[in-house]
């Protein structure tokens, strides 16, 4: 008996980086104020200080976060989305997990960079509350602190900030 094997091949392709959104993100304010995720009947939908972006990667979705000068504490959190179907293919629930969530994060306030049309800084630490995202903290002032999330098997990926003094925030996000 011959056993043959086919072998596949893995072909990996990183997508350039992005802003998470065209327009900042206003902050929710006082730091305490994420969004409620529980089951719901309706896929998410973006507001206020949260964005829904389409998962289009089976692996690690790497987060950049800026935060605008007047914003202290900035926290991020990211939701993965999933739908329960039934037998006849009817969704009946979008059911959420986080993924990721942050303490306050530290930001550089010694160097600035335009998103969007406002004055951000970046971040130097990230403290990890919740999760399994592997935190990449800057390792002087010249550079700057990332987040990757495993996001296999979620079909939406919610990102939000929340943090005191107003303000707003955005981050670069790229697959990896």
């Known amino acids: ?15 350039p980086m992005k802003l998470l959104s065209t327009t900042n993100l206003t ?5 305490t104020n994420y969004t409620t995720n529980a089951p719901q009947t309706t896929q998410p939908t973006a507001a206020g200080s949260q964005i829904i972006i389409p998962n289009t990667s089976l692996n690690y979705l790497k987060i950049v976060p800026v935060a ?42 010694t ?18 509350a919740q999760g399994d995202g592997k935190v990449f903290n800057a390792t002087g002032t010249k550079d ?10 979620c079909e939406l990926i919610e990102v939000e900030f929340i943090g ?4 707003v925030a955005n981050a670069f996000y790229g697959v990896v």
């Open 68 to 109: 605008q000068t007047s914003t202290t504490s900035p926290q991020i959190k990211v939701t993965g989305w999933n739908k329960v179907v039934d037998a006849a293919g009817a969704t009946i629930f979008w059911v959420p997990q986080c993924l990721f969530a942050s303490g306050a994060m530290t930001k550089n306030t």
């Open 144 to 153: 700057t602190a990332f987040v990757l999330v495993d996001t296999l098997g």
């Open 27 to 31: 902050v929710v304010v006082p730091a």
């Open 111 to 128: 160097d600035t960079i335009t998103v969007n049309g406002t004055a951000c800084h970046r971040m130097e630490t990230i403290p990890k």
């Open 1 to 15: 008996m011959i056993h043959t094997h086919t072998m596949s091949q893995l072909k990996t392709v990183q997508e």
């Open 164 to 167: 005191s003094g107003g303000g």
